[in-house]
């Protein structure tokens, strides 16, 4: 099966994406041709800074590389050094109807949300998502539940194209997390653990045993003392307890059990010596990989080469379907 997924230039990762998100595609490399893009044109539709986007795509794809993304398993590479996308982009521009796009909820958002700037790309961006994904003949695109809009609509311009033209694309599916993989701020355990909410209710993919210990020992706990898994009643406990077993991997009934008698104290105490041993090898591969820029710069050269071969055979096609020159 091919899997394609985009990764947005942001380079700070918490262990919310780690356990939503980059876990699963860690394990689909080893069984499947996966494809991870580092979307730096799809950075461009909201306000960015040109001093810091370079640094900023090469960070992501340390933090990426360093969280267990294996270049020998995978191709990851920079969205912009595969012409190919935005070629694409501009193709199938002609095939989506515009009232599809201005149905997209993230359109919808953004364009409150960035009111005196609402350019051309806020809106194509769901197009040139398609383009990333057709390119690639994709089967399954593992994506967070706010993207499924988006592949859904890729799905219906590739039918679109497909009916008009001839087969041409594989219609891909959207391949959302099970649920449970929803992990929750430390500080404010109804509220998502995000980048920008409260810093000490977020652990980072990298943060120092120190920082871990902090932000675990701080961490907001229920009323009452028993550790139990109730998400309603007891949000903030119901969270350390699906870190745990995550990365433990000891199913929550088993952690009740084993802490049934030892109070929050304690059960933090060991949460905080996993985090800090499973965090470890990621936080270590990562100050090594920032001392081998060359390296990594390497990685993204031939992973955008082993990229374009693939775009480019797609957009022969294409072309010659559309009635275009070669
Ligand atoms: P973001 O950069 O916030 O869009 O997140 C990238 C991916 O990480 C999303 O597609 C989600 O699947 C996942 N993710 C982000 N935050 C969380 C969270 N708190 N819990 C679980 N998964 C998350
Ligand atoms: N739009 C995605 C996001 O905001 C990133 C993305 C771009 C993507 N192109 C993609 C995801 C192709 C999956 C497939 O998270």
């Given at each position: 099966?091919?899997?394609?997924?985009?990764?947005?230039?942001?380079?700070?990762?918490?262990?919310?994406?780690?356990?939503?998100?980059?876990?699963?595609?860690?394990?689909?490399?080893?069984?499947?041709?996966?494809?991870?893009?580092?979307?730096?044109?799809?950075?461009?539709?909201?306000?960015?800074?040109?001093?810091?986007?370079?640094?900023?795509?090469?960070?992501?794809?340390?933090?990426?590389?360093?969280?267990?993304?294996?270049?020998?398993?995978?191709?990851?590479?920079?969205?912009?050094?595969?012409?190919?996308?935005?070629?694409?982009?501009?193709?199938?521009?002609?095939?989506?109807?515009?009232?599809?796009?201005?149905?997209?909820?993230?359109?919808?958002?953004?364009?409150?949300?960035?009111?005196?700037?609402?350019?051309?790309?806020?809106?194509?961006?769901?197009?040139?998502?398609?383009?990333?994904?057709?390119?690639?003949?994709?089967?399954?695109?593992?994506?967070?539940?706010?993207?499924?809009?988006?592949?859904?609509?890729?799905?219906?311009?590739?039918?679109?194209?497909?009916?008009?033209?001839?087969?041409?694309?594989?219609?891909?599916?959207?391949?959302?997390?099970?649920?449970?993989?929803?992990?929750?701020?430390?500080?404010?355990?109804?509220?998502?653990?995000?980048?920008?909410?409260?810093?000490?209710?977020?652990?980072?993919?990298?943060?120092?045993p120190n920082?871990?210990?902090?932000?675990?020992?701080?961490?907001?706990?229920?009323?009452?003392?028993?550790?139990?898994?109730?998400?309603?009643?007891?949000?903030?406990?119901?969270?350390?307890?699906?870190?745990?077993?995550?990365?433990?991997?000891?199913?929550?009934?088993?952690?009740?059990?084993?802490?049934?008698?030892?109070?929050?104290?304690?059960?933090?105490?060991?949460?905080?010596?996993l985090l800090?041993?499973?965090?470890?090898?990621?936080?270590?591969?990562?100050?090594?990989?920032?001392?081998?820029?060359?390296?990594?710069?390497?990685?993204?050269?031939?992973?955008a080469k082993?990229?374009?071969?693939?775009?480019?055979?797609?957009?022969?096609?294409?072309?010659?379907?559309?009635?275009?020159?070669?």
């Amino acid at each position: 099966m091919r899997v394609f997924s985009g990764i947005r230039p942001t380079g700070d990762l918490h262990i919310g994406n780690y356990l939503g998100a980059i876990k699963q595609w860690i394990e689909l490399q080893n069984e499947n041709e996966c494809v991870f893009c580092i979307v730096d044109l799809h950075a461009l539709v909201t306000p960015w800074d040109p001093k810091t986007l370079q640094k900023n795509i090469l960070e992501t794809a340390v933090a990426y590389l360093g969280a267990g993304l294996d270049p020998e398993k995978c191709i990851l590479f920079i969205q912009s050094q595969v012409k190919e996308h935005s070629e694409l982009n501009w193709l199938l521009n002609n095939i989506c109807p515009m009232g599809e796009l201005l149905r997209m909820t993230q359109y919808k958002e953004k364009s409150k949300q960035y009111k005196n700037n609402i350019n051309m790309g806020l809106l194509d961006y769901p197009v040139l998502m398609s383009a990333d994904i057709l390119l690639y003949q994709t089967n399954a695109v593992p994506v967070g539940e706010d993207q499924k809009q988006h592949v859904e609509l890729t799905r219906t311009i590739a039918k679109k194209f497909n009916g008009k033209f001839g087969q041409t694309f594989v219609e891909p599916k959207a391949m959302i997390a099970k649920s449970g993989a929803r992990i929750m701020s430390l500080q404010e355990p109804k509220k998502k653990m995000s980048k920008t909410g409260n810093p000490k209710g977020c652990i980072g993919l990298f943060d120092e045993p120190n920082d871990i210990k902090k932000k675990v020992m701080s961490a907001v706990t229920d009323t009452g003392k028993t550790i139990k898994y109730s998400p309603k009643t007891k949000p903030g406990i119901s969270n350390l307890l699906t870190i745990y077993s995550l990365f433990s991997e000891i199913p929550i009934k088993e952690l009740e059990k084993e802490f049934a008698n030892k109070g929050y104290g304690a059960f933090k105490k060991a949460l905080t010596e996993l985090l800090i041993l499973k965090l470890e090898p990621f936080r270590k591969k990562r100050k090594e990989l920032l001392k081998r820029e060359v390296y990594t710069a390497e990685i993204l050269n031939q992973g955008a080469k082993k990229a374009q071969a693939i775009a480019a055979s797609t957009m022969q096609k294409v072309k010659k379907k559309m009635g275009l020159p070669d």
